[in-house]
């Protein structure tokens, strides 16, 4: 119970320490910079979950197609 609490007064401070920082114009450059590379970042994992996925949608697709083929000859 007492690590919780902890935790919550380290967060909350945290959040105090960066709204505070974020009304100086170099904190807000700062946290502008940190939500571009943020996003930039989420755009990768995006890209890459979509292109894996394709990929795989591309194997299930050959595989439907032998089991087919297999189908037919048997």
């Known amino acids: 119970m007492?690590?919780?609490l902890i935790?919550?007064?380290g967060v909350a401070v945290g959040l105090l320490a960066a709204h505070q920082l974020n009304k100086t114009p170099e904190g807000k450059k700062f946290f502008e910079g940190v939500?571009?590379?943020a996003k930039e970042f989420s755009g990768a994992v995006v890209d890459g979950y979509k292109a894996r996925e394709a990929?795989?949608?591309?194997a299930v697709a050959d595989a439907e197609g032998v089991i087919a083929d297999l189908r037919a000859k048997a």
């Open 35 to 37: 939500d571009s590379r």
């Open 7 to 9: 935790l919550a007064a």
């Open 55 to 58: 990929e795989l949608r591309a």
């Open 2 to 4: 007492k690590s919780i």
